[in-house]
């Protein structure tokens, strides 16, 4: 994929707030501190697009990127956290619910879990719900670059089976681009032939 444009469009706290031209779009969701913002700024070849903190959490919004006039990567707020609020999680779970389940232009939800770690309760949860959903869902192993090429098979095996699941699962680093065109060539796939 060649990213011709990639802007930040918007910050959404409400539906009301969404997009509503009818741009198709990709999802990321996971974990707080998983490398969301670092994977979607590696993906658009960007250094600091999508806001990268070293407080993990930060992202409390719906953010909306334009890419290429063509297409939106949203970047969802991170779960799991636990300076979050009860009512800050609630309300973050009803904006999800309602994104997944109502958003007719959501192609794909790239869920994030950390390849150095078995998926954690919270992992198999949401992606326990996103199948319930029926969500179409590609499942990225992030930091890769942390492990070597052996471990990061057993740990795509060991995700694969805590998970139980059919969807796809792809390897990726944000450090040295691992994962990234396999990941590109899945999205695309996606967005042209939803």
Do not use: C
Not at 50 to 62: C, L, M, N
Not at 70 to 80: N, S, T
Not at 124 to 148: F, G, I, Q, R
């Amino acid at each position: 994929m060649k990213i011709r444009s990639a802007v930040f469009e918007l910050g959404a706290v409400k539906p009301a707030q969404w997009p509503a031209d009818g741009l198709p779009e990709i999802a990321f969701i996971g974990r707080s501190n998983v490398g969301k913002s670092s994977l979607i700024n590696k993906l658009l070849g960007r250094k600091s697009l999508a806001r990268v903190s070293g407080t993990p959490g930060k992202t409390r919004e719906t953010n909306f990127y334009r890419i290429n006039e063509k297409f939106r990567l949203v970047d969802l707020p991170g779960y799991g956290y636990a300076t979050v609020s009860k009512t800050e999680r609630t309300r973050f779970q009803k904006m999800l619910e309602t994104y997944l389940t109502e958003r007719t232009v959501l192609r794909r939800v790239v869920q994030l879990v950390d390849i150095r770690h078995p998926p954690s309760a919270m992992d198999v949860a949401v992606h326990e719900w996103l199948l319930a959903l029926d969500a179409p869902v590609l499942v990225v192993a992030t930091k890769s670059d942390k492990l070597s090429k052996s471990a990061v098979v057993k740990s795509l095996g060991m995700i694969r089976t805590t998970l139980s699941t059919p969807a796809e699962l792809i390897a990726t680093s944000a450090e040295t681009g691992s994962g990234i065109a396999e990941v590109w060539a899945y999205l695309d796939s996606q967005l042209n032939h939803p």
